[in-house]
């Protein structure tokens, strides 16, 4: 692996990818995706410890939206755009699921935090 960089595959279908602080300011990039693939990212570190970003591959979009408080932040469903926790904002116990369709991309099912495009 790229220092950075963590690519992920489809035998990481079904986990949750626990990031620390230590992983500040790295890239999980997703394999093309798979119909029925869950993967969900979970902060465990300090209050405002980690920039990520998750990144889908070029023909792939994530979709969706978080709903926070009175505000959506809703994700642009473009190819190769990726999303990012926030560093400023983040919190232990932040986190995001992601289903694959198999042909568009990825769909968020679940989140927790500010997360945006990046």
């Not at 009175?70 to 986190?95: C, H, Q, R, Y």
């Amino acid at each position: 692996n790229t220092a950075g960089h963590l690519p992920l595959d489809a035998s990481d279908c079904g986990t949750t990818v626990f990031t620390g602080a230590t992983m500040d300011g790295f890239t999980y990039t997703l394999p093309a995706t798979v119909a029925g693939c869950r993967i969900t990212f979970m902060y465990v570190g300090a209050d405002n410890g980690l920039l990520l970003d998750v990144s889908p591959n070029a023909s792939d979009a994530i979709h969706g939206s978080c709903t926070l408080a009175a505000s959506v932040l809703e994700f642009s469903g473009t190819d190769d755009a990726d999303i990012g926790l926030t560093k400023a904002t983040s919190n232990t116990g932040d986190t995001i699921t992601i289903i694959g369709d198999g042909t568009e991309g990825w769909y968020v099912t679940a989140c927790a935090g500010v997360w945006a495009n990046n």
